[in-house]
C-alpha cells in the first residue's frame, strides 16, 4: 500500500472498548492489509459507540483528517464504518476516500453503484423535461419567452464556482480551528509558535507548501 492514511475502529459497547475485544482484531487487520509498500498511518482514532448512531464524534474527527491531509479513511470492517447506504454516498460526494480492509474492491463498487444510479436519474429526469416541452409545444405553447427568465449558462458557471469556493473554504477553516484552538489550549499562543507546530504536525497549509503566521492570523480572524 502507498499513501497516507487515518484508520477507524469502533466497538459497540463500553465494555468491549475497555477489554479490546473486536478492537485488536481490527487493528491488526488494518496493520496487515498496510505491510509492506510507501505508507503512512497519520492517526488511529478508536470510537465506543453504536453503528446505529449517526452522531459520532471521532468519525468526524477521522473525516475532519482526512480532509486536513488527503489522506484515504481505512476501515477493519465496512460495517464499523456504517451500514447506511446514503451516509457512505454522502462521504463520496464530500471527496474523501476511504478502504474497507475486509472488502478491498468495495469503495470502487459502491461508487459505480451509486453513480450509476444517479446518472439514471439524471436522465430519466432529463427525458421527463424533453417530455413536457414536446407536449407543451403541441399544445401550441410559445417556449421562446422562457429564456428571457433565465441566467446565462457562462452566468451560471461563475455563480456556481464562486459558491464552490466558499464552500470549501468554510469547511477548511471548520477543519482546522480545532486544531489550532487545541493548540493554543497547550500553551502555545504566537502565531509564529501556532504555525511551526501545526508543521511539526504536518498539517497542510491552505494552499499546501508550509504554514505561515499570516496564514494563521487569517483563520484566527475568519
Not at 480532509?67 to 460526494?93: N, P, Q, W, Y
Not at 470502487?108 to 436519474?121: F, K, T, Y
Not at 493554543?184 to 501545526?198: F, M, P, R, V
Amino acid at each position: 500500500m502507498n499513501g497516507e492514511f487515518v484508520a477507524y475502529y469502533r466497538v459497540s459497547t463500553q465494555k468491549q472498548g475497555q477489554s479490546g475485544l473486536g478492537l485488536e482484531a481490527q487493528k491488526t487487520a488494518v496493520h496487515q492489509f498496510l505491510n509492506g509498500g510507501r505508507w503512512k498511518l497519520l492517526h488511529e482514532l478508536v470510537e465506543v459507540e453504536s453503528g446505529k448512531n449517526a452522531d459520532r464524534p471521532k468519525l468526524a474527527e477521522a473525516l475532519r483528517l482526512c480532509r486536513l491531509h488527503r489522506a484515504k479513511l481505512l476501515v477493519a470492517k465496512l460495517d464499523r464504518l456504517s451500514r447506511s447506504v446514503s451516509f457512505i454516498s454522502t462521504m463520496m460526494e464530500s471527496g474523501i476516500k476511504f478502504q474497507a480492509v475486509d472488502m478491498p474492491d468495495v469503495n470502487e463498487m459502491v461508487l459505480h453503484i451509486l453513480a450509476s444510479v444517479a446518472q439514471g436519474e439524471a436522465k430519466a429526469i432529463s427525458d421527463r423535461t424533453k417530455a413536457a416541452l414536446a407536449a407543451a409545444k403541441a399544445r401550441g405553447v410559445a417556449l421562446g419567452g422562457l429564456k428571457w427568465n433565465l441566467p446565462s449558462v457562462s452566468h451560471l458557471g461563475v455563480k456556481e464556482s464562486v459558491r464552490v469556493r466558499k464552500e470549501n473554504a468554510s469547511k477548511y477553516r471548520a477543519d482546522i480551528l480545532p486544531i489550532i484552538r487545541q493548540k493554543q489550549a497547550e500553551g502555545i499562543i504566537t502565531l509564529k509558535a501556532l504555525a511551526d507546530a501545526l508543521n511539526a504536525d504536518g498539517t497542510p497549509a491552505p494552499r499546501g507548501g508550509q504554514w505561515q503566521p499570516t496564514q494563521v492570523m487569517r483563520l484566527l480572524k475568519s
